[in-house]
């Protein structure tokens, strides 16, 4: 079993469309959430951080459910440039408390396609 | 202010052949992994260094070692190159204060084919 598992999709929406992408991750010791988007053959850029109580930054709202160890983000009003790879990612640091940085864990990315 | 930056963009190798990456990290930054991307899949972690010292590791093979300088920025060095071993390689630099510890920001990347 993977240690974070996405629906690789591809996700095909039209313009204006509201869709939402879920993963799950099974070591209880993940400490960090994020969704971080990539585009084809670029390097992966941090959306947004993950927190139980639900962030939101402009059209997209992301939520943690650590009971049920799963992260989702809504993405609304989607644009055409919103086309891209989205990466769950938790972030383990086996030394906790310490300064260490921990490792992240990445899912194998969801491709959302915006269609005009 | 430079972010993460890597070096070179493209390399092409043949099996058995060694190669080394280079990363340079984001300013302010004191802390570098590298992450092996295959194709269509997500990123894996390979190493973490700080103070010069290798501090976690996934798992890959002792083909696969780094190095951390003085100034921050690291290499990556992969011995006796197999076909699977190409790859997107990404660096990514964080910084271990507190506030920011867990985030970690991307270069673009050495694409690496092994023929």
């Known amino acids: 079993r993977k240690e974070v598992e996405q629906d690789p999709g591809p996700f095909n929406v039209p313009e204006g469309a509201t869709v939402a992408f879920n993963c799950t991750y099974s070591?209880?010791?993940?400490?960090?959430f994020f969704w971080y988007r990539q585009d084809c053959r670029k390097e992966p850029k941090l959306l947004m951080s993950?927190?139980?109580s639900g962030n939101e930054d402009g059209r997209f709202t992301a939520q943690l459910n650590r009971a049920s160890q799963y992260i989702s983000l809504l993405i609304r009003d989607s644009k055409l440039s919103d086309s891209a790879t989205y990466l769950c990612?938790?972030?383990?640091?086996?030394?906790?408390?310490?300064?260490?940085?921990?490792?992240?864990?990445f899912g194998q990315g969801t491709t959302l396609q915006v269609k005009p | 202010d430079a972010g993460v930056t890597q070096s070179p963009t493209h390399l092409i190798k043949t099996r058995g052949q060694q190669v080394t990456l280079r990363c340079s990290p984001k300013?302010?930054?004191?802390?570098v992994s590298w992450y092996q991307q295959a194709l269509g899949q997500g990123p894996q972690f390979i190493f973490q260094?700080?103070?010069?010292?290798?501090?976690q590791r996934g798992n890959f093979p002792d083909r696969f070692s780094g190095h951390q300088f003085p100034n921050y920025s690291s290499e990556l060095n992969v011995n006796a190159l197999l076909l699977g071993d190409s790859a997107l390689y990404l660096c990514?630099?964080?910084?271990?204060?507190?506030?920011?510890?867990?985030?970690?920001?991307f270069g673009a990347g050495t694409r690496l084919s092994v023929l």
């Open positions: 990514a630099s964080s910084s271990r204060d507190r506030g920011t510890k867990n985030i970690q920001y």
């Open positions: 070591n209880s010791a993940s400490q960090s």
């Open positions: 993950v927190y139980s």
């Open positions: 990612v938790v972030n383990i640091n086996p030394l906790h408390g310490s300064s260490n940085t921990g490792k992240l864990i």
């Open positions: 300013s302010g930054h004191d802390t």
């Open positions: 260094y700080y103070e010069e010292e290798e501090r």
